[in-house]
DNA sequence: GGGTTGGTTTGTAACGCTTCAACTCAGGTT
DNA sequence: AACCTGAGTTGAAGCGTTACAAACCAACCC
């Protein structure tokens, strides 16, 4: 079984494995008849190209490292498919590594893909700061962040705009009629909790309402679990709502189920809208009103950027900033 | 920027470049004082040796090809991670592709696969026959199928056991009192609807009651709004049930909003069964209990089948098929 | 007819590593 | 003193490709 190589087609078609090469690389130099010649030469032997061997000669493979903190996050599974169905139709390979947040992982991912001569990485950076990029860099390796920072301009990256996500769920709440609106956050010092509050203030704002229309409830984490507690803090408060808007799914979906279990009925009673859209959005009691990130797209759009900075001299760094949909469902 | 190649290791400690070759691979056969001084020069150089001239040397790659259907499939997501996470401390590299159930795309990424010499593929076949196998084999490559079929038996496969987890959903809802029980199935062709139901059957059989007490209810696809007009259909029914198994989550699922909407409580009038666990049932507004598969486990086992494929000579090909668990949550 | 041109083709030196037969040499044997 | 042993080391031949300079050659020009 064993592999057949450049100089067996040579022979076979009677040239020199150059004129194999060129066939293989550079078809247009060859003269039409030769081309011929040596493309039924690697038919009839079912000749395939030695990818290491041409890595080694070339300097540098077909690899594209995709360094996530985990693919099993449904955002990034879009992600990773956006990436990999871009970097497939240009001639790509996606190598997949799951970080775990752990630096030490990274790290050996990074080097793993050093040795492997990769193009570059597409990844959520454990720990981002400068000297990491800049140790990145010299390592020589070309990337693409997932991240949402603009304190990195020698850098391409590819974010979504919470600001604008959130705007539009609390646009979408006050066209609603209603007067104020409750904003479920997770922790205060998580970027996403700030951002997205952020759009729903600018909203209030936008639409004419005093500052006290929004009131924010601030969560611990993330969780189902905490949508329930924070929902229940709400129904007990003493300035009763008519609409929640929480920065997550999960925290929604705590929250209608704390709504539901008190007998109040959704959306009459209490609207709730998520953030994310994730798959439980949809298939809730009741479906869930949500702010949607086209993962995909986003993955897409790093491979993109990675390869035109990979083939493109006169490439320039910058940030992508993806803008979210609002998808209305029952509970609003 | 050049990398450090072994020469200039070489030149560095003073030895030649076997003898850096030998510290790479083979260290126990140096000499404690040259190892030292090898790996000193390694160091102060930040020597990192070239894949692609080992792989080159070597004939074979670190590579493994996760041909998926579409890993935003929950149940490969985490199929996915598993493999990854067994393949990564074996020193393997997880190459990531997504067929989309398309022969064209899959024959396109196993060619890709071939030139670069991975070591082989863990697949979910596109189209599984004889001839398939066969063709693969004979591309040189080695495989392990996700796929339950006992039909291959000179393939390592892994799959899970419907049948046992149909057995466990309805044998709990048996030992709840339930006289008898709804089963809702997807497409009667298809394997997951045959095999739960009669997994759902033989519990009822080993708890003695009669054949009448499963009754079937057929859809015509895993869909939420499928489960829904399930639910529907079961509540118009002349003999009212107390139980329903659903052969997959979002049937589940489409069962209780269907339910739930028309009044009647869960799991009090009807106690709901669902299959797979996704993340979904554990966030429904009554939380559903689910046979609980564990993806992760099962692409480990695959890159485990694989890796020893590789390694160890006295390799027997086998089908591994995974017990799932049932997670009882609220519903029933 | 000799010279030029430009389109084609080719010989071969890398690329960085592994492997294996061959070599070295200190220490032990006879 | 001649010989053997075995641990440690090494030179050089690949592995399959690419790229470059050189060679070839038919057609064309003076």
């Not at 190209?49 to 985990?70: K, M």
């Not at 479906?287 to 493109?312: I, K, N, Q, W």
Request: negative net charge; glycine residues 8%.
């Amino acid at each position: 079984m064993k592999a057949v190589s450049i100089r067996q087609v040579a022979r076979e078609a009677g040239v020199s494995v150059a004129t194999v090469s060129n066939f293989l690389n550079r078809p247009e130099v060859l003269a039409p008849t030769t081309r011929d010649r040596v493309r039924e030469a690697v038919d009839t032997l079912g000749y395939r190209p030695n990818q290491a061997a041409r890595q080694l000669s070339n300097g540098y493979g077909t690899g594209v490292g995709l360094v996530l903190f985990d693919v099993r996050n449904p955002f990034l599974t879009g992600v990773a498919r956006g990436a990999e169905d871009h970097l497939h139709t240009v001639g790509r390979t996606v190598v997949l590594c799951n970080t775990d947040v752990d630096t030490g992982k990274e790290e050996r991912y990074l080097e793993m893909l050093l040795q492997q001569q990769a193009q570059g990485v597409l990844i959520t950076p454990s720990e981002l700061s400068r000297a990491w990029v800049d140790r990145v860099r010299a390592l020589g390796l070309r990337m693409v962040l997932f991240h949402n920072s603009t304190d990195y301009p020698d850098v391409c990256s590819v974010a979504v705009d919470d600001v604008a996500g959130g705007e539009m769920a609390a646009t979408h709440l006050l066209a609603r009629g209603h007067e104020r609106i409750t904003c479920v956050t997770g922790p205060a010092h998580m970027r996403q909790s700030v951002d997205r509050l952020e759009g729903c203030r600018r909203a209030a704002a936008l639409a004419g309402r005093p500052e006290e229309a929004v009131e924010v409830v601030e969560t611990g984490a993330f969780t189902l679990d905490q949508g329930r507690r924070a929902g229940e803090r709400i129904l007990a408060s003493s300035r009763p709502t008519t609409a929640v808007f929480c920065a997550n799914d999960l925290l929604a979906l705590g929250v209608m189920q704390a709504v539901t279990r008190a007998g109040r009925r959704i959306p009459d009673d209490i609207a709730v809208v998520g953030f994310d859209d994730i798959e439980s959005a949809a298939t809730a009691g009741v479906p869930l009103t949500s702010v949607h990130v086209d993962s995909h797209a986003l993955g897409g759009a790093a491979a993109r950027l990675l390869v035109e900075e990979v083939e493109d001299p006169a490439h320039r760094h910058r940030r992508l900033l993806f803008a979210p949909h609002l998808v209305e469902r029952a509970s609003s």
